[in-house]
């Protein structure tokens, strides 16, 4: 598309018709792409390639002056998203970066250069977002020459373009550490001298113009990346370090120029000069907190700290105090300043020389500025009045509290009393103490409601070391019914508030008087009802305590239903994901009482679910609460879920108020929350009574999600397949529209061929084929050639132990389908040999301790058992006499391994000490493996199945999962204690017993051949694992009978 056409399309996307609009989005589309008639392609949006020019001429557009800024902004606006995703694109199968050609990249970033300071602030910031991503792409590979452009401009009269394109570099490597990093001292060695000039000249201009601020804070911005995690070798010089030294002294001692000053407190905390003051103190805090402390260094950078405690420490302190004096007596100070100046103070406390050069000061600080500064002020007045909602927001926002000089006043206070308790601590209480007498002797009309609210606060804050410290331990309750409770009544509603905060906060101490533990609750829960919104959401926080520490539920249980109705009220009012908290509280406390109500906080929790979600797509901000508050709500559903598992019935009703949630969900829209979604549906399959059409519509949608973009939650998705198939096989197997054979074994074979992903990413792929051939037995039999076909290929370049397991088990599994076909396949492919050859040998392998290096847990011993022992009944022409031998003795070994693994399992379940099962126990089988610790009772011993069957099915997605990041952590075989299968009921044992009878009976003269052939050693492990399978087949016996009297 030409110039003139590009424009005409670009202001026709600002119509304010919603159908014009359209067309010229669906034409800017067209024209950065041009049909390319390819059959090998595989992605349709691969079948487009880059339109030559497109991307200049939109920069022709953004830059000539002459043009309405509002097309130069769609302009910019669509530059900037075409760069983000095409200059260097990450998705898998697409390849568009050669599209973009050379000469137009070169174009891009010249023209960038050169235009970036020319451009209005509007459309420099979109440009500014194309910059960074083009140098975290090209630099310093594809763009050599960027960092001698910006060395030259910083000598000429392209200062601020050469900072602002510097700043974006730098960035690039704030968070990069080791060899990452090194480019970075390259690029200071190049410019830090430049910089250091140029921040000199700034610094002696004593000018209070904005342009020179702006200078000077996108210097310290780059100061600050580049030595973000790393002091840079040039600054280890004392000379080059003082001299930048000085010039942040200079700036934090230097009073802000007050003509230009907004008078709005929002502007005005962001005005050039004040972001300069907080830039430098910002520096000089990360120097202190990261380099500054000797203790913490490395033995090289040991020096500089001490230099850098000696030398400037105590002199930033100084100017501290000095700044925030200036609020002491009325003046202003940014939030963030003030907030970032006592971080530093609280970093002081703990060092003896700095502690020192505090300590005159300390009372001052302590009781004029940082009290004041914990109490209620008059904005925090003005946005309880004005915006409620947005005041609750502010006070469980943890970002907030990044930039609160409340949250920072605490920290100092926590700090003192726990590194300088001695005299400090007394002093304090006492002054609170006083707050509390002022308070309670001033008349009415006088009280000083926001003193009492920073005393109130005070003591929450230090709740812990009050609660361990006597005499105050002992007096806490006298506290709470004088100070405290009384303020549940308070004409201050920020009082209220604070008192049910306190509250919580003391719920656990041992009342002596249960009254008053009730009296509280009782408060707590009518603040539920108070007038003011802070108020109830502060009591919903409070109430979470409280349920936790309550004794007798019959406290609750009277008021529950009321309760529940006054959470949702405040649900449907307000999105805090502490709301959910409380009640997941209640839900886990009270279980499966919580029946009657299970339906409708299923209800209002998924109402509650759409309207965060509702709210977060409106703010499309990643920290949004909404969104927090959204997966809080159905992690609700799930603890909800749980509470009642043992009455399936109730599944079938909530099963519909869910399906909406589930089905959006899975697909893109639900990234967010696709965890706590898979969760649900898990629990939804697991625990109804059967699963219904509708729950197996969500089978495509997983399929979907994880062909596309859900890779990273296959182990999550596994579980609920795992369902489908274990609980509703039949459907699984009839049913051909929808085909869920033919669609699992596209994934499958999709994801095992994948050469793109790590051995660890497709674990739960062996896992599910194992669930295919142990539950449909005898059924898919025209799957068991494509399956061991995707194994052995996967197999042979497979490099992680664990998924080498996980794979040989597809074979053992195979075999115990059906041994005769699955090793006949083998032989077909012509890796028979080579199959058992590397099982033999894992089988085999031992660690340097002794214990076995595969196969570790529980689980895998009994696949590997069930699949060799399927061997042994097989003909002399499938299975030779000396591979029946190797395997025969193999086997063994592990049955004996596998018995030793349960009865040390069983022991830690039980506290029995003492086995007697170890008869047939080898020499060489002494050594205690060191995972057994870890390892969990299968699902075959003793008569748990059914308790096993209420336990939360997060822990079978647990024992699904492996911690693969140490090949010799004894964690990555954590037992499959929780993983229900078709094989919990078949003994390895019995079954071995009764596989050597069918070959003791078909063949006579094989058995007996194979029992000649055996030592001494091998004869006596055999001996004892007869015995010890009929000992096992009588518990067995008896353990039926035992459930059929039950049942």
């Known amino acids: 598309m030409d110039l003139p056409n590009l424009a005409v399309v670009l202001q026709a996307a600002l119509s304010p018709h919603p159908e014009e609009r359209k067309a010229a989005e669906e034409s800017l589309n067209q024209f950065q792409y041009t049909p390319h008639h390819n059959s090998t392609c595989f992605a349709i949006f691969s079948q487009f390639q880059y339109t030559p020019q497109h991307l200049v001429r939109l920069l022709q557009i953004i830059v000539d002056g002459n043009r309405d800024m509002a097309v130069r902004q769609v302009a910019s606006i669509h530059f900037k998203n075409f760069v983000a995703k095409n200059w260097s694109p990450h998705e898998p199968g697409i390849s568009i970066s050669h599209k973009i050609s050379t000469t137009d990249k070169d174009m891009v970033r010249n023209n960038l250069l050169r235009f970036i300071v020319q451009i209005p602030p509007l459309l420099r910031a979109q440009l500014g977002e194309c910059l960074k991503t083009i140098i975290h792409a090209d630099y310093p590979e594809q763009w050599p020459t960027l960092l001698q452009w910006i060395k030259h401009n910083l000598q000429d009269q392209q200062v601020y373009g050469a900072l602002y394109v510097l700043r974006i570099l730098s960035r690039k490597y704030e968070f990069k550490s080791d060899d990452e990093r090194t480019p970075v001292y390259h690029i200071v060695d190049e410019t830090f001298p430049h910089l250091l000039s140029i921040f000199n000249r700034l610094v002696q201009m004593g000018t209070p113009l904005l342009e020179v601020a702006d200078l000077i804070k996108l210097i310290c911005k780059i100061f600050w990346s580049s030595i973000y995690l790393e002091i840079p070798k040039q600054l280890f010089d004392p000379i080059v370090f003082n001299a930048w030294m000085v010039l942040f002294l200079n700036i934090l001692e230097r009073p802000v120029p007050l003509e230009g000053q907004p008078n709005d407190p929002e502007l005005r905390k962001s005005w050039g000069w004040w972001k300069v003051k907080k830039w430098t103190v910002h520096i000089l805090n990360r120097l202190y907190t990261r380099f500054g402390d000797s ?280 999105e805090n994901e502490d709301l959910v908290f409380t009640l997941e509280t209640i839900v886990d406390k009270f279980g499966e009482e919580m029946a009657p109500y299970a339906l409708g906080l299923c209800q209002n929790l998924a109402a509650a679910f759409w309207k965060c979600m509702d709210t977060s797509e409106a703010d499309d901000d990643t920290d949004d609460p909404g969104a927090l508050a959204a997966v809080g709500c159905l992690r609700a559903i799930s603890t909800i879920l749980e509470s009642v598992s043992r009455l399936p019935h109730l599944f079938i009703q909530i099963e519909p108020t869910l399906l909406p949630i589930m089905r959006r969900m899975l697909t893109s829209d639900g990234q967010e929350v696709f965890e706590e979604v898979l969760e649900i549906i898990s629990y939804m399959t697991f625990f109804s009574p059967t699963i219904s059409m509708e729950m197996w519509s969500l089978w495509p949608l997983m399929m979907e999600a994880l062909a596309d973009w859900a890779i990273d939650f296959f182990e999550n998705i596994l579980v609920p397949l795992d369902n489908y198939i274990s609980r509703s096989t039949a459907h699984f197997l009839i049913c051909k529209d929808p085909d869920y054979q033919q669609s699992l074994w596209n994934m499958l074979s999709s994801v095992m061929a994948d050469k793109n992903l790590e051995d660890h990413d497709i674990e739960p792929a062996p896992k ?66 080579e199959v058992f050859n590397l099982w033999f040998q894992m089988l085999q392998q031992v660690k340097k301790s002794g214990v076995r290096a595969n196969f570790r847990r529980e689980h895998d011993k009994k696949v590997c058992c069930l699949g060799l022992t399927s061997l042994l009944a097989l003909p002399a022409d499938q299975l030779p006499g000396e591979a029946l031998g190797r395997v025969f003795r193999l086997t063994l070994d592990l049955l004996v391994a596998y018995k030793d693994q349960v009865a040390e399992a069983g022991k830690e379940e039980d506290g029995d000490d003492d086995d007697d099962m170890d008869g047939f126990q080898t020499d060489e089988e002494d050594d205690e493996d060191e995972s057994d610790k870890e390892m969990g009772v299968d699902a075959e011993e003793g008569d748990e199945a059914d308790s096993l069957k209420l336990q939360k099915l997060a822990a079978q997605a647990k024992a699904f999962q492996s911690n693969d990041e140490d090949d010799d952590s004894d964690e990555d075989y954590s037992d499959d204690e929780e993983m229900q299968s078709p094989i919990d009921e078949v003994d390895p044992f019995v079954f071995f017993m009764d596989s050597v009878k069918v070959m003791q009976v078909s063949n006579p003269t094989r058995f007996q051949t194979l029992t000649q052939t055996l030592d001494f050693q091998y004869q006596a492990i055999a001996h004892g694992i007869a015995q010890h399978s009929e000992q096992r087949r009588a518990e067995i016996e008896k353990e039926m009978l035992e459930k059929a009297s039950n049942s």
Request: glycine share 4%; proline share 5%; aromatic share 10%.
């Open 295 to 574: 203790k913490l260094q490395k033995p090289e950078n040991k020096a500089f700290a001490q230099m850098f405690q000696k030398n400037y420490a105590g002199k930033i302190l100084e100017c501290h105090l000095k700044l925030l004096d200036v609020i002491r007596i009325g003046g202003y100070l940014p939030d963030r300043v003030i907030n970032l100046i006592l971080q530093y103070l609280s970093s002081s406390i703990s060092k003896n020389s700095m502690y020192q050069l505090l300590q005159p000061q300390l009372h001052i600080v302590l009781f004029e500025i940082i009290f004041p500064l914990m109490c209620f002020n008059d904005n925090d007045q003005k946005l309880w009045n004005e915006d409620p909602h947005e005041y609750v927001r502010k006070g469980y926002d943890i970002i907030e509290d990044l930039y609160s000089p409340r949250t920072a006043s605490m920290d100092f206070v926590s700090e003192l009393v726990r590194k300088r308790g001695k005299g400090n601590f007394q002093e304090f209480i006492q002054f609170i103490v006083l707050t509390f007498k002022r308070y309670d002797d001033a008349p009415i009309e006088c009280k000083p409601y926001r003193q009492k609210d920073g005393a109130l606060l005070a003591i929450g804050t230090l709740c812990d070391k009050l609660k361990q410290t006597e005499p105050y331990k002992s007096e806490l309750e006298r506290m709470l019914v004088q100070h405290v409770f009384p303020e549940f009544s308070s004409p201050a509603g920020h009082l209220r508030a604070k008192a049910a905060w306190v509250a919580g906060q003391y719920a656990h101490i041992n009342f002596s008087d249960q009254n008053n533990f009730r009296k509280a609750l009782n408060c707590v829960v009518a603040g539920l009802r108070d007038p003011e919104l802070p108020v109830r959401v502060d009591s919903v926080f409070a109430l979470r305590s409280f349920v936790e520490a309550c004794k007798d539920l019959n406290e609750i249980r009277p008021i529950l239903p009321q309760l529940l109705d006054e959470f949702f009220k405040l649900m449907n009012e307000v």
């Open 768 to 833: 599910l084929i194992e669930v295919v051939f142990q539950n449909c037995k005898g059924q898919v039999d025209q799957w068991v050639e494509p399956y061991l076909r995707v194994t052995i290929e996967r197999l042979r370049r497979t490099q992680k132990p664990y998924l080498k397991c996980l794979l040989i088990q597809v074979i053992a599994d195979a075999l115990y389908y059906n041994a005769t076909l699955t090793l006949g396949i083998l032989h077909r492919l012509g890796v028979a040999t």
